[in-house]
């Protein structure tokens, strides 16, 4: 399942229920592990990833939920409370056929782009960016390296720091197919290149999730879910500063395999040397969707089972 945190409320949000229309959101109380129905939005079933406000913005509260349509086309605003599900934003691409309808919004959280969103169809191949009024800054269209479409799904945008290399001050994509390609974008104009370095050639497959260590550092966990219909799972890795060359700001990335996936820690040394470290693999218990960072609730914490709320896989 997609999923993101809302760190004042201490839940995470997430979007369950797939194989159902609607699309169907929910929180989990981080200390509890209660799961309580948030809202429903318009659109198909398909997988749509989703971004939690940090802060105010706009005029829209902390922990408003933005969610793309499923199938594209819009985005909705989804109010702390549940209620209202407004519309932010209309006329984006949006479409596909099959199951390659899925979409996602991410937020600019570093001011590169004016705090602005993100929002990417993976059924056309376009990727917008999205003003504070709900307005089209620009449109691009990603295509792999053989000219076909992509199918743009994770990602995330990043500002400055000498960690991130090359990658500092570009939206970051990668793709729902297996491929090994991720890509780059400026968030000022859209101009698009394949990443480089080429971080899926390392990694073996492009990423399916992209996340920052929090700058804060603190006792946080890496929180990973899992489909496997109705044993599906969040599960909990704690003790990350044993990562070696771990600092605060350094960047995750998650990549999905056959009923599993892994998770690698990402940085840039000197002279933008790459390093690369894979810190954990899942094989065997479900396909790796999502990742986000949150607080360690009390120690020993090892598993949050959601069971029964995930009715259909979605198909490669």
Known sequence: MKMDYDWVRDRFVIQYLYGQAPPHY????????????LATTAGYHYETLLTVLPSAWASYPQGTTFVPRGGGGEIY????????????????PGGGTGWTNYSTVRRDDFGVASNDLFY?????GHVVRVNAGGNAVWTTMLRRPDGAIARPEAMIVLGSNPRWGPFQNHVLVGENDVVMHNYMIDPATGAWSYMS??????MGGTAESFRIYP????????????YNGPASTIWQLTNLTAIPGLQPGDLFVARETPNGGEVWHVYFGAQNQL????VVT???????EDMVFAPVPEPGTALLLVAGV????RRR
Do not use: C, H, W
């Open 26 to 37: 929910a929180t989990i109380d981080l200390m509890t592990k209660a799961i309580a129905p």
């Open 77 to 92: 605003a989804i109010d702390p409370s549940g209620a209202p599900v407004t519309t932010f934003a209309t006329g984006l």
């Open 120 to 124: 990417a169809n993976e059924g056309t």
């Open 197 to 202: 370095p080429a971080l899926g050639q390392v």
């Open 215 to 226: 700058f804060s550092g603190g006792n946080v966990a890496l929180y990973l879910s899992l």
């Open 275 to 278: 390093f690369a470290q894979k």
């Open 282 to 288: 899942v094989a065997g218990d479900g396909y790796l």
């Open 310 to 313: 995930l009715l259909s896989r």
